[in-house]
Nanobody
Framework: QVRLVESGGGSVQAGGSLRLSCAASGRTSSSYAMGWFRQAPGKEREFVAAISWSTGGTYYADSVKGRFTLSRDNAKNTVYLQMNSLKPEDTAVYYC????????????????WGQGTQVTVSS
């Protein structure tokens, strides 16, 4: 079992920045790929970014490329999503995810989810 705890959501004006954190704990959590999804009201949950725990390789949705950066701290089993140049359309509940491979995360085939954190961007 892997437990994910998110933090760092909030409200910001368009053009601003926020940083989300996701701390993983539990059995073999240090070997899991991790990522972020988001879900806006009335929309399906969508992939945002993912990071391979073994290679550090990162993957992003086209809608956030160049604005969001995903990084990790192996010692803390924590990933960070730095979100810059935020837009109103980035408003959503952001969910941390963990799986054995980054490919599974990108496909949305995920067993472990965080509780979600709200990000609101006003125009």
């Amino acid at each position: 079992q892997v437990r994910l705890v998110e933090s760092g959501g909030g409200s910001v004006q368009a053009g601003g920045s926020l940083r989300l954190s996701c701390a993983a704990s539990g059995r073999t959590s240090s070997s899991y790929a991790m990522g972020w999804f988001r879900q806006a009201p009335g929309k399906e949950r969508e992939f945002v970014a993912a990071i391979s725990w073994s290679t550090g390789g990162t993957y992003y949705a086209d809608s956030v490329k160049g604005r969001f950066t995903l990084s990790r701290d192996n010692a803390k089993n924590t990933v960070y999503l730095q979100m810059n140049s935020l837009k109103p359309e980035d408003t959503a509940v952001y969910y941390c995810a963990a799986e054995t491979t980054v490919g599974a995360i990108i496909r949305g085939s995920i067993r472990y989810w965080g509780q979600g954190t709200q990000v609101t961007v006003s125009s």
